[in-house]
């Protein structure tokens, strides 16, 4: 065997290794057309292969090989864990290409766009927002969401992270602009329930399913901050007025049930005094008190009338 004819038989060695490698993984993925398509090319370089040798043009034979060997690389695809394959073919999408190898048509014919299913996040830049009540504040959110149809997002919207990036700021300002600024400091879990309805209504159509809205952080201006402190301030004071109001009242109607209790026992008081000092000389004051009963007084201001 001379050169050349070493040289076709390595060719052909290798030709058909490569061809039945990617028969088999035709089969496998259950791509019949790319199977056809095989087989049909395998068949056309055997006899090719035949009709060049039977005629003595070995070269011709060997510019056989220069195909095939170019169009084989290209058709394998491989599709990561996390993603989908969307396979078009002359520009139609036919098929979704799942994890793994996969063989698609060279030159041009199939084109693959791969899908990301991993979930998304997007931190929404700062929104000016003007609610009910006209109080300008800044918000900012964290957008989580992620792709469900993999043909949708390629096929209905052109940047489906974008979009919903930009989806984001709009219903924020729209939402948050429907409220007042104590609804939406008090009650943040339940705006953020409304905006995830509301983002996830709007990207059913492009395969997006968004899974959560959290409202970061709410800025407000100086001057609002400092109305906003002395309102607390005035909410305090009034509830501690409050407070001590129905203490004093609840002190008042128990004094009152003690003295009913003294006043049906005249001795009960003389005991309370001797008590009170007791109290007192503990204390070691050199002063003591003694209580005078208001009615004694009384009887010597009469005495000083007449």
């Known amino acids: ?11 052909w060695v290798i030709f058909g290794i490569w061809w039945l490698i990617y028969l088999g993984l035709a089969f496998y993925t259950k791509a019949r057309t790319m199977a056809v398509f095989l087989i049909g090319a395998g068949l056309l370089f055997i006899f090719g292969q035949s009709f060049f040798t039977a005629n003595g043009w070995e070269t011709g034979a060997i510019l056989l090989f220069v195909p095939f060997l170019l169009f084989l690389p290209s058709m394998l695809r491989i599709v990561n864990e996390y993603e989908r394959g969307v396979l078009f073919r002359f520009g139609r999408q036919i098929a979704v290409l799942n994890p793994g190898v996969n063989l698609v048509f060279p030159m041009g014919i199939d084109m693959v766009r791969n899908v990301d299913l991993r979930t998304f996040t997007i931190d929404v830049p700062k929104q000016e927002v003007i609610t009910r009540d006209n109080v300008t504040i800044l918000v900012d959110a964290v957008v989580y969401f992620n792709v469900y149809d993999p043909t949708s997002a390629i096929i209905k919207v052109a940047d489906h992270v974008k979009s919903t990036s930009l989806l984001a ?10 409220n007042e600024l104590d609804e939406m400091l008090a009650n943040r879990g339940k705006l953020n329930e409304i905006l995830k309805d509301f ?8 395969g997006v399913k968004v899974t959560s809205v959290e409202v970061k952080a709410v800025e407000l201006a100086e001057s609002m901050k400092r109305a906003i402190a002395k309102q607390a301030e005035a909410e305090r004071e009034r509830r501690a007025k409050i407070i001590a109001a129905e203490g004093e009242l609840q002190a008042s109607e128990k004094l009152s ?3 009913r209790v003294l006043s049906a026992e005249p001795a009960s008081i003389q005991l ?9 000389a503990v204390e070691r004051n ?3 008190i003694f209580p005078l009963p208001v009615e004694l007084l009384r009887f010597f201001t009469e005495k000083g009338n007449n």
């Open 1 to 11: 065997m001379d050169f050349l004819g070493t040289i076709i038989y390595i060719g």
């Open 169 to 178: 700021q709009t219903i924020l300002r729209s939402v948050l602009g429907q």
């Open 199 to 206: 983002m996830d209504e709007a990207t059913d159509p492009w």
């Open 257 to 259: 049930e003690a003295a």
């Open 272 to 280: 309370r005094y001797l008590q009170t000092l007791s109290e007192i």
């Open 286 to 288: 050199s002063t003591v």
